[in-house]
């Protein structure tokens, strides 16, 4: 009866583990988007203006200005707020359909995917506030 359990046990692990490094999978090109789109916005913000009559050394200038207005949204805040987020209702979830381990697997991939989304939502909203003050500043942000 013994060796039937470990049997079972052996199964059963290599399945898991399959799902785990799909998982794992996912949550690598998720990081790797999330870092590319931050590099992206970094170098030009993402901005396009019409530059029809406009003078590129006064934009420069604000644009310098507008990313460090831009600076004081607190993508780490969202971040932490997404991964714990996450890791609650991964838990729950996990709890729901499964074992202990199950709502510690849950909560791990729940926190991690939160952590992703937090930092994607911190990063869109520099975006977006990138954008509304070249606008306040009179510039015509086509995007």
């Known amino acids: 009866m013994a060796h039937l359990n470990k049997l079972r046990i052996t199964q059963k692990f290599p399945e898991q583990f399959a799902r785990l490094r799909i998982v794992g999978a996912l949550v690598a090109v998720g990081l790797l ?3 590319a789109n931050q590099g992206s916005s970094q170098s030009s913000s993402g901005v396009i203006i019409d530059t029809q009559g406009v003078n590129m050394d006064a934009y420069y200038q604000d644009l310098h200005e ?3 207005y831009a600076s004081q949204v607190s993508v780490a805040g969202r971040t932490t707020t997404g991964a714990v987020a996450g890791a609650v209702l991964g838990g729950v ?3 729901i359909t499964g074992d202990s381990g199950s709502a510690q697997r849950g909560a791990g991939v729940g926190g991690v995917v939160g952590g992703v989304k937090g930092a994607s939502s911190g990063y869109q909203e520099k975006h977006q506030v ?3 003050c070249l606008r306040g500043r009179g510039y015509s942000v086509l995007n």
């Open 33 to 35: 988007s999330a870092c």
């Open 93 to 95: 979830v996990g709890a």
């Open 130 to 132: 990138v954008r509304n």
């Open 66 to 68: 507008c990313r460090n």
